[in-house]
């Protein structure tokens, strides 16, 4: 049942193969033209007059783009017209300096940016506004129309003559979301009539339409930083790394850095260092995760060593396997880690309690996460009053904050087998985050979650069963390293979408989730409920050691 194959695992670019062998005869296309809203902007901002005077950019804050786009200015204006970049906004930066001596001439003199730019624009990032507001401020004086005079290094002498002006000059602003809303915090006159805004698109929808663009933009990249041209293996691969980048198989990247990076590094693993090929890229590849590995590595070597318990075959009531994605702050890597995760049933008023939450170690999304999961079993059993029982959920092991609500399938299931005592298969890892209605929802980080638990199936043996159950909405997101497709081509480890709770119980603890069957989950729970309203649980150890002696 939504038992998925290996091409659906890794992006599959056969649809392309005529247009990839023809790479060579297609024509460079410039950054610009595959950045039509950038292009447009640019375009109206050129043409902009009045108080229109600010162009911010959501894109990289880096150099490199920042060059791109005063190139790009530069060809759509007159050749005089002036773009200059900029990484110091301190007030003589902006203003300029000058000496004097006493009879008041002008013995020395620094032309500051409004200077340098006057009639034309400044590139600068958006963290240097906040960073030194002072230096906004005189540079939005000059957008309005105000007279600035440089800064006298020698204030105890006065000038003969006047050197303030009017300016005319624009700024683009170029940063991260982020530091663009700290420049709206501190001046909101931002947007509200000085500003135009745009965005760099970082990525590109592959289509049958668009993948002759995306070509002519990896052409025209490799040109520009001078970088050996690529084969059709060499394309191919590129293109499903650049969907393991993006997360999604359907969109590839147009992230000139992350390009320049795999590219510069793969042509260090080239034989000719002229074409590279799919294997150079791979080799590129492998030897980055070689240098980063440390962490993930070890981590997997204490389950391994049996320090972290993660059990890979047979069942066990109320344990589940759990996906999890580890960010360490400093480190570049993120990786995937499977996690235990259980629920212990006694009788109570109703109440589950989240260990996690209440150790201060979950975070609030996983709250949330965990109440929606409540809503949707008590909503299922038609309860018309709390449970009788009461559970308690953790992630053993764990000693740093959970967050996410990608665990509460996994969470949802260990609690229900432990409700109705259906074991679930140790074999198989759950991802997936529930709504009120039981419907599956995606998550973030599949591959590296699935490549985890893969090698963990792998040390401690792989069964032919084991395999991880994944939101069908999901699928997409997946590329896949090439060990775990080989393996799922040879069925040794698996992969399920499902879209709902009532699909992913039955994989996991091979009973239906409800309906008519007597066997349902759902059946076993209120037959457990009926029983103890009938006060038919089994007798406490205390009552049992009363009646021993009586």
Known sequence: MNHESWRAVTPQFDNFSSTLEQYQSISEIYYLNSQLRLKKSFEAFVKSSGVTKVLTVNAPDNAIYRQLFAE??????????????????SIESVLGTYAVDKK???????????????????????????????????????????KLSPINLTPKCIPSIDLSKVYDVKIIAIGSRESLDDFQYLDPDI?????????Y???????????????????????KYHLPTLDKSGLVKLMAEGTRFTEDQHYLPLDITWYRSLLESATLESQSHSVLTGEDIAKAIEAKYFRESYLPERALSDIFDGQVIIETKGECVGQVNGLTVIDVPGHPLSYGEPARISCVIHFGDGDISDVER???????????????????????????????????VVFEQSYCEVDGDSASLAELCSFVSALSEYPINQQIAVTGAVDQFGRVQAVGGLNEKIEGFYHVCK????????????????????????????????????????????????????????????????????????????HEHSTGILSWIKNWFV
């Open 104 to 146: 008041g001439n002008i013995t020395q003199q620094q032309a500051g940016l409004i200077e340098k730019a006057d009639g034309g624009y400044i590139l600068v990032s958006a963290n240097m506004f906040t960073a030194n507001p002072v230096g906004w401020f005189k540079l939005k004086s000059a957008l309005l129309g105000e």
């Open 459 to 534: 040390h401690q043996g792989l069964t032919g069963k084991q395999g991880v159950i994944l939101p069908k909405s999901n699928l997409k997101h997946l590329s896949l390293h090439k060990d775990v497709v080989e393996s799922i081509k040879k069925e040794e480890f698996h992969i399920w979408s499902v879209s709902t709770v009532d699909e992913a119980v039955p994989i996991l603890m091979n009973h239906p989730f409800r309906g008519d069957d007597n066997a349902s989950v759902i059946s076993q729970i209120a037959k457990r409920i009926e029983g103890f309203e009938r």
């Open 358 to 392: 209440k150790a201060e170690l979950g975070g609030n999304l996983h709250a949330k996460g965990m109440m929606i999961m409540q809503a949707f079993v008590s909503s299922a059993l038609k309860l018309d009053e709390p449970l009788p029982y009461s559970a308690s």
């Open 201 to 223: 698109e970082p990525e590109i929808e592959l289509t049958e339409e668009s993948i002759s663009t995306y070509l002519g933009f990896l052409k025209w990249l490799c040109s």
């Open 191 to 199: 947007h509200y009539g000085l500003n135009l805004y745009t965005e």
């Open 72 to 89: 790009s200015l530069s060809s759509m204006t007159q050749e005089h017209v002036p773009v200059v970049s900029t990484e110091d906004l």
